[in-house]
């Protein structure tokens, strides 16, 4: 009998600790890291949390290049400065911004240990170096390179200013992800053959009738605030929430139901559902 409860005493303590543990602790191995064949020395390492790959902010930017790493304690966001250009994520938040550009965090920068930690990929994509991951030995190769464009060479304009604006008129207060989500529509349709080939055409398109309420009523031309501009800037980066979808809408508002009725349903995002 005392053998029994001590074997649930232990195992009630294992479990104790497995919820306790911080993240970079629970989540297993971590993988290895290498700068251009240079083992990555950081004391901070490399965390493995949900099958991604973390690094701190402040460690990795300093070892791809030197430069200057501030910290605002009240707004929680880290930055680094060189070369003119300016690297900034703040704790919680899917969005790394850089030079312009938007780059898009799967789960977020987190605080673990002390050190603001984010995803080595979208990092690295942000500093202008490169990605090689091996699955056998779990090794993440980096390799340096030039700061990549900035974003008024990178995006273009019209599409931005499109994207932008279709994001807000349709999805503003909506969750980031449903943001994206709308913008991942209007590119999926320019992919489409039975689509214009551009982001103006698809949202302006009326071969079929005027495809989205906002044109109807004028909210297209109205300015996108900068959350909508930044769904934007990370659909243009290639970020993809829905590759499928080509169809939205708010089953609540909805007066004509041909799609729910019609196509196949992919996902539900805040008020809006997703369609191939």
């Not at 001590?6 to 971590?30: E, T």
């Not at 799967?106 to 995803?119: D, F, S």
């Not at 499928?244 to 995002?269: C, D, E, G, H, T």
Request: aromatic letters at 10%; hydrophobic letters at 40%; a neutral charge.
């Amino acid at each position: 009998m005392h053998l029994k409860r001590l074997i649930c005493l232990l195992a009630l303590c294992a479990a104790l600790v497995a919820v306790l543990l911080p993240p970079a602790v629970a989540a297993g191995s971590s993988p290895t890291l290498a700068i251009d064949g240079e083992p990555y020395r950081a004391e901070s390492g490399v965390l493995l949390l949900n099958g991604v790959s973390y690094v701190s902010f402040r460690d990795f930017s300093l070892a791809i290049g030197p430069g200057e790493i501030t910290w605002d304690p009240a707004s929680k966001t880290a930055a680094y400065q060189a070369g003119g250009r300016t690297l900034s994520v703040t704790q919680g938040d899917v969005v790394l911004r850089a030079g312009g550009r938007c780059f898009y965090l799967a789960g977020g920068a987190q605080i673990i240990n002390g050190r603001l930690m984010v995803p080595v990929r979208e990092l690295s994509k942000a500093l202008g170096a490169t990605v090689s991951w091996n699955g056998q030995t779990s090794h993440i190769a980096i390799q340096r390179g030039d700061p990549p464009a900035s974003g008024e060479d990178f995006y273009n304009a019209e599409d931005l200013k499109w994207l932008s604006r279709i994001i807000y008129a349709e999805s503003q207060g909506q969750p980031f992800t449903g943001q994206v989500a709308v913008g991942n529509v209007i590119l999926n349709r320019v992919k489409s053959s039975d689509y214009p080939n551009t982001i103006y055409g698809v949202i302006f398109d009326n071969t079929y009738g005027v495809q989205f309420t906002p044109v109807a009523s004028g909210a297209i031309y109205a300015a996108p605030d900068q959350t909508s501009v930044e769904a934007a800037k990370i659909c243009l980066e290639g970020y993809t929430v829905t590759a499928r979808s080509i169809y939205f809408l708010n089953p609540r508002k909805a007066q004509n139901l041909w799609v729910p009725q019609n196509r196949p349903f992919v996902m539900r995002i805040g008020e809006h559902d997703f369609y191939a």
